[in-house]
């Protein structure tokens, strides 16, 4: 039986089929901005009503840039984490949190946010080297470095639920969340694939003239990041958008791993799927608008991403996002 927070995102939605939904995010969705995503979005039909990203923000650092606010909605997605250090003190961690702007604004808007969901953000091994910047050496790098994924969700979850908000934790298998962006091997430890190997015409590709899904060791590019995109729309979809049966998510398509040519990856099977309401009438049209595989026709425009001098000497290694 579905949890009590799932099982009532699933009653709204059904109820409410207009339901508003915001995606809060790190940099995870690389150079797309928010027209991108709301492009793709309305491609899908799925009921986005805003994108807000924060460079080189988590759930308790601020932005690079700034600290932006995101809108609210009645389902607010949240997707930062890889830029929190693991290394402070959980009540430091907790005071840092209630000073985003994230949690300010759910707490100004507890009266109109229903939902939230955290997604989980998973740890992997690099394996896309930075993008050689003109006058300036190549940023240090070592391959197989770990970058560490979510570490704060449970207590920032808690700070929600204390705003009388519903709060889900959406973890899914790399395979359903990041279908060919990561694989793992048999050890089950999860690499980067796809990564860019050279760039044309202002294009990513792998090494074998595939579009990358990786411009470095943090970012995706545009491709990634409508990859990733299209993942989370499914997952979301399939686990509570409709009433109905219950089922559980198809198996992911065979990955073609872009792993050190010496390594031979192999994906293990999807985890146990949680369980789903699924509306048989709309499961047709969902899944023929989501399964078929998406293009890029170019490459969009990257982005400079600033660092602060302390986050730069992490990211040497790899204990840095950058999202």
């Avoid at 579905?2 to 995102?9: F, K, N, T, V």
């Avoid at 930062?80 to 250090?85: I, S």
């Avoid at 600033?306 to 040497?316: E, I, L, T, V």
Wanted: charged content about 20%.
């Amino acid at each position: 039986m579905m949890s009590s927070g799932p099982a009532q995102l699933a009653q709204h939605l059904a109820e409410n089929p207009a339901t508003s939904i915001a995606l809060w995010a790190d940099s995870s969705y690389g150079p797309w901005e928010e027209n991108d995503v709301m492009k793709v979005a309305k491609d899908l039909q799925f009921p986005l009503s805003s994108f807000t990203c924060s460079f080189g923000g988590g759930l308790t650092v601020k932005g690079d840039f700034h600290d932006p606010a995101g809108q609210p909605a009645e389902v607010v997605f949240i997707e930062m984490g890889y830029n929190d250090e693991s290394t402070v003190s959980r009540d430091h961690a907790i005071n840092q949190m209630r000073q985003r702007q994230w949690y300010r604004v759910l707490k100004a808007s507890a009266y109109q946010v229903k939902f939230v969901i955290f997604v989980h953000q998973p740890s992997y091994k690099q394996t896309c080297a930075p993008r050689k910047k003109k006058k300036k050496a190549m940023q240090a790098w070592t391959e197989g470095a770990l970058v560490e994924g979510s570490k704060w969700t449970d207590d920032a979850m808690r700070l929600v639920e204390e705003l009388g908000i519903v709060t889900i934790f959406l973890k899914a298998g790399i395979e359903e969340l990041f279908t060919g962006m990561l694989v793992s091997d048999a050890e089950g430890n999860v690499w980067q694939a796809k990564g860019r190997s050279y760039t044309q015409s202002g294009v990513d590709y792998t090494e074998d003239g595939a579009l990358a899904l990786w411009e470095d060791p943090w970012h995706p590019t545009a491709a990634g990041a409508e990859q990733h995109f299209r993942c989370l729309v499914k997952a979301f979809r399939a686990r509570y958008m409709n009433a109905g049966v219950i089922a559980q998510p198809a198996a992911p398509p065979p990955v073609a791993s872009s792993s050190p040519p010496t390594q031979a990856w192999t994906i293990p099977a999807l985890q146990q799927a949680q369980q789903a309401w699924v509306n048989p009438s709309m499961q047709a049209q969902f899944t023929n608008q989501i399964s078929s595989a998406p293009t890029w026709p170019s490459q969009m425009n990257n982005r400079e991403r600033s660092r602060s001098p302390g986050r730069q000497n992490a990211a040497s290694n790899g204990a840095y996002h950058g999202l």
